[in-house]
């Protein structure tokens, strides 16, 4: 007995052993390092990441780079945490706040009550939610927010330009999460107003993800969701949700004569298999939003509440000649039109 | 009790035929299109499910399914990419799962650890080693492409639904049917189940426990690398972190579901995969303006109730979970 509770401890200490050491934790080390943090000579900047990993290809990435840019301006450093469980919110910040960071980004929209009760908790450190809305009083929190229906209605308004099938699909995150919401109706409100122009009719699907804790991970579910609006005759796909829309894009990357939109930022060289339909990404500018915010920290010009950052859709890279130079100027146009505010999307906020 | 399930199982399949025939007489072209997207929904769940009934068949509890598909997937993606052969990807996915369901093997048969406690270091040991060694911006050389089976896929609609998929997914059906048939008809099969319902009655009659257990479990992880390989060779296409989004554990439940029969696992599967594409196509007509959500719960109360009813009547295998020690019980 004594020896099989030994077999269970060891290899139970092995498994354990493995995953701290496996556990990886980077640092963008400059001449500071962490120790430094807290005192006057060191200016340095956390980002805890939503449930996902630093190199998601999407917007962990993104804000990480942001922080990485951030430093390298205020000649600070940054380093990360990846948050694996929903539940270590708020154990993930106070991994930075109890070690007297300046700056803490927190990423995902998910965060933002975690991140508020935080700010009260570390009133002299400067947060920066990426992707929260702040409707709170408190004044060290600075909500990076983005009018994704305008993204979303210039992704709509190119595809409806592009459609020869008359069907544009999309499959999405989770609905609840206001940007995902925000992305699906100003695709479908984009692709509304291309179709009015052009005086036809467009079919349009959006397919939300269901399930809450799968729904910006699950790739098989985002391949399959893609295949069956692709088997309907729908010829244009966007793929907004994590992982999720990444298995969607690239799987209507291995269908011909298709085309497909990637999101949040320009997916053309992160999700290198769907480079064969990948025609543009509705992108958040999360890096240069990130960046700005930080320096603005470091200033002291931060201002609490909301700071919208830029939209637009990316580079349509090696596809540019697929896409008619009449479509571009339209897309053009109507991009300078949605960013001044000239052109409502019509979606509620 | 075998013809009660025979008969069950008749008026099961006409609940589904029936309006599955009225569908498809309004819009064949959208029901073909469903039934076919819920096989590709349904295929990993039911090869997951197979690891499952293969082990638990034998008496051996594998809760590290969901880790088996991971470190299979993943594997089969590197592997793919390093030979630049999806082939030789597939075979060592195949491989790197039969070691993984050896190291479950040896904690639960030879060392005689507690099952669930061996299961989930599988798990944990397959998102360590996958999280650390994921390298983002690899592309696979090809993949499994959609290869109809001449004839076959002529059929109207089952044609479609069945015999228009990659190569994978054939290998996938053959195994499960093969699986049905080996459990229920043959030698090794009724040894297998006799080993996982009274262990000391099948080392009476000669069969050795041990052995039989280590190949099933191997078994078991070959299957397993098989469906990571489907995941990710046939049907994505790329990979990344926690790919399979908790696959493995769905399958357990739908294991118990299909009543640890093959038949009925894959089954369950296909109802499953069936509410998922169905709740898709609800949202692709738009014609009934249902919540997501109540639409994505759908599959997970249905099993609920399903269950609900036929409590009692699902049995695990008896010596389940239990290490045997010989001379003992």
Known sequence: ???????????????????????????????????????????????????????????????????????????????????????????????????????????????????????????????????????????????????????????????????????????????????????????????????????????????????????????????????????????????????????????????????CIGVDIDQWNTVPEAQPCLVTSAEKKLVKGVTDLIIAANDGTIAAGNFVGEVGLADYHDLSSSVPQEVQDKVTAITAQIVSGELATGVKP | MNSLVKRRGFYYALAVAIPTFYLYLQSSNVTTSVFSIAVTFAMPLALAAMVGIMCERTGIVNIGIEGTLLLTSFVAFYAAIATKSILIGFCIAMATGVAMSLLLALMSVTWKMDQIIAGTILNILATGLTSFFYIQGNMLPNMFKQKPIPGLSNIPFFGDVLFKHGVLMYLGFVVILTLYFALFHTSWGLRSRAVGEHPSAADTAGVSVSKLRYINVAVAGAIGGLCGSYLVLELVGSWNRGFTAGKGFTALALMIFGRWNPLGALAAAMFFGLSQAGANQLMIDGTVNIPPQFVGILPYVMVIIVLAISAGKVRPPAAEGQPYEKGQG
């Open chain 1, 1 to 259: 007995m004594f020896k099989k509770f030994k077999t269970i401890a060891v290899a139970g200490a092995v498994a354990g052993l493995l995953g701290i050491a496996l556990s990886g934790c980077s640092t963008a080390e400059k001449a500071i390092s962490e120790a430094d943090c807290g005192t006057e000579n060191a200016f340095c900047i956390g980002v805890v990441t939503d449930l996902g990993k630093v190199d998601d290809k999407s917007f962990n990435q993104a804000a990480w780079e942001g922080a990485q840019a951030g430093a390298e301006a205020t000649s600070g450093f940054a380093k990360y945490v990846e948050t694996t469980d929903s539940k270590d919110y708020a154990k993930n910040i106070a991994l930075f706040g109890d070690k007297g960071y300046n700056v803490i980004v927190t990423v995902g929209f998910l965060m933002a009550e975690a991140t508020v009760a935080a700010a009260a908790q570390y009133p002299d450190t400067k947060f920066i939610g990426v992707d929260q809305f702040n409707g709170a009083t408190t004044t060290n929190v600075t909500g990076l927010i983005f009018d994704e229906d305008r993204a979303g209605f210039l992704a709509g308004y190119l595809a409806g330009n592009l459609t020869k099938s008359d069907k544009i699909g999309g499959v999405l995150g989770m609905k609840e999460v206001p940007p995902v919401r925000k992305f699906g109706e100003g695709y479908e409100a984009g692709i509304a107003y291309a179709a009015k122009e052009l005086g036809k009719t467009i079919k349009s699907s959006v397919i939300y993800h269901a399930a809450g804790d799968t729904a910006f991970s699950d790739p098989a579910w985002g391949a399959s969701t893609a295949s069956q609006l692709l088997g309907q005759g729908f010829d244009i796909i966007f793929g907004a949700g994590g992982t999720t829309g990444n298995g969607a894009i690239t799987k209507t990357a291995q269908t011909a004569g298709t085309f």
